[in-house]
């Protein structure tokens, strides 16, 4: 069954430093990935998706999100963390029988 | 309209109780889910309809019964719940149930089981 894997349930940046939150895959075939993000209180807001072919996604806010095949990973980046960014993050899977699975999550805590 | 609305915000009931948790969306789209999610846990599927019709169970318990009325509105009903079933409850949906499609999701419904 096709899974992803979130390394680091906590991540803490200062304000204006680069954001990185990990995530890998295990699918052997090309999988449909997600990154979604809740704060507090909230459901969750999807933050970009993989299309086959790209490597470099796009989303809202700032993130982006890199697909390395070679290292099955779609890692989530923000060249820049603003306060506002403190939330929790969830990689998911679109699995066999178009599932969404997700990861167990990142928190990522902003300090001034 | 690009919202799932879910009703209602929070629900406190007792074990013998019956409730429902409402779920609403207006953007057209074909399937429709519910998620459980704990606190500090991930979201977890429970339920898909597609076209109105259950797809998918995820072996969840017969105290939920969902229900999905019409193309805009999902209901999952609640009876004899127990503490252990208190969670958020998320609504999700998209146009259809297909691979590259993600979801939008509802605020949730934080239930208390009491």
């Known amino acids: 069954a096709q899974s992803v894997t979130q390394l680091g349930s906590h991540v803490s940046v200062s304000e204006g430093a680069l954001v990185l939150l990990r995530c890998n895959y295990s699918?052997?075939?090309?999988?449909?990935l997600f990154w979604y993000v809740q704060y507090p209180n909230q459901g969750l807001q999807l933050l970009l998706k993989y299309t086959t072919g790209a490597t470099l996604v796009k989303g809202i806010n700032g993130f982006e999100a890199e697909f390395k095949k070679s290292e099955t990973s779609f890692h989530l980046t923000k060249p820049s963390a603003h306060m506002s960014d403190a939330a929790e993050y969830f990689c998911?899977?679109?699995?066999?029988?178009?599932?969404?699975?997700f990861g167990a999550g990142t928190r990522l805590a902003v300090h001034p | 309209d690009t919202e799932v609305t879910q009703t209602p915000k929070h629900l406190v009931m007792g074990m013998t109780n019956k409730k429902s948790l409402k779920c609403e969306q207006h953007?057209?789209?074909?399937?429709m889910y519910w998620y459980k999610q704990k606190a500090k846990k991930p979201p977890e599927l429970m339920f898909v309809?597609?076209?109105?019709?259950?797809?998918i169970n995820e072996s969840v318990p017969s105290r939920f019964s969902p229900e999905c009325p019409n193309s805009s509105l999902l209901n999952l009903h609640l009876h004899a719940l127990q503490p252990e079933d208190s969670a958020l409850y998320l609504c999700a949906s998209s146009p259809l149930q297909g691979i590259n499609y993600g979801y939008t999701f509802g605020s949730g419904t934080r239930l208390t089981v009491v």
């Open positions: 699918s052997s075939v090309p999988p449909y």
């Open positions: 998911a899977v679109k699995d066999g029988y178009n599932k969404l699975i």
């Open positions: 953007m057209g789209h074909r399937a």
């Open positions: 309809y597609s076209y109105e019709k259950l797809s």
